[in-house]
């Protein structure tokens, strides 16, 4: 099975490399079109700020080919916002994957969102074999308000969508790759789907 993580300049992708390696797969790090086209699964990471992001997706040619993958992707963290219509960082235009926006916490919590909180509601074979309530862990200071996309919720002052999917489209707000042997659970699911 060919895994190819999207490496444009904006990620954590070196552990998601090494969680990967845990589940006895080799992830191949790339931006080369034609490989993440031929991929059998793709990841699209990303950590750090919505608008540097998109313009290095674009300086690339990157923000073309994603939304027209046709094999599962993965969106992790900044990686599933980017995937949404808009997001307020930056006043950023994402790739308009998911029918969704991506808003700041209200000044009334502390951000970013750092460490475990749970996630429920879960409605996909993303987490086939995973409990309610499992901690995930986050770091995040923009959410996605809850809406028809979403296939797992987390409160923090309010419910938001931690996770989405339309198609083959998948994305998480949380780490899989920092979330113990639970974040390992649901990317050994997306390899199954």
């Given at each position: 099975m060919k895994i190819v993580i999207i490496n444009y300049g904006a990620g954590n992708?070196?552990?998601?490399k090494f969680a990967f390696q845990r589940?006895?797969?080799?992830a191949v790090l790339s931006d080369n079109y034609e490989e993440i086209r031929t991929a059998d699964k793709v990841i699209f990471p990303g950590v750090g700020e919505a608008s540097s992001a998109m313009k290095k997706l674009k300086s690339k040619g990157l923000d073309k080919l994603i939304p027209n993958l046709k094999q599962p992707v993965l969106g992790i963290c900044l990686g599933m916002q980017l995937m949404c219509n808009?997001?307020?960082e930056g006043d950023t235009h994402g790739l308009g994957i998911f029918d969704a926006d991506v808003i700041k916490f209200n000044k009334d919590v502390k951000v970013p969102q750092i460490g475990w909180n749970q996630i429920e509601n879960l409605k996909s074979d993303l987490f086939k074999g995973v409990n309610e309530k499992?901690?995930?862990?986050l770091v995040?200071?923009?959410?996605?308000p809850l809406n028809n996309e979403a296939i797992a919720v987390t409160d923090y002052e309010l419910k938001y969508a931690s996770a989405l999917q339309k198609n083959n489209f998948y994305g998480v707000q949380?780490?899989?790759?920092?979330s113990g042997t639970v974040g390992?659970?649901?990317?050994?699911?997306?390899?199954?789907l």
């Amino acid at each position: 099975m060919k895994i190819v993580i999207i490496n444009y300049g904006a990620g954590n992708i070196q552990s998601i490399k090494f969680a990967f390696q845990r589940l006895g797969y080799d992830a191949v790090l790339s931006d080369n079109y034609e490989e993440i086209r031929t991929a059998d699964k793709v990841i699209f990471p990303g950590v750090g700020e919505a608008s540097s992001a998109m313009k290095k997706l674009k300086s690339k040619g990157l923000d073309k080919l994603i939304p027209n993958l046709k094999q599962p992707v993965l969106g992790i963290c900044l990686g599933m916002q980017l995937m949404c219509n808009h997001c307020e960082e930056g006043d950023t235009h994402g790739l308009g994957i998911f029918d969704a926006d991506v808003i700041k916490f209200n000044k009334d919590v502390k951000v970013p969102q750092i460490g475990w909180n749970q996630i429920e509601n879960l409605k996909s074979d993303l987490f086939k074999g995973v409990n309610e309530k499992e901690y995930m862990y986050l770091v995040h200071s923009y959410y996605v308000p809850l809406n028809n996309e979403a296939i797992a919720v987390t409160d923090y002052e309010l419910k938001y969508a931690s996770a989405l999917q339309k198609n083959n489209f998948y994305g998480v707000q949380f780490h899989p790759e920092k979330s113990g042997t639970v974040g390992a659970e649901i990317l050994k699911n997306f390899l199954k789907l």
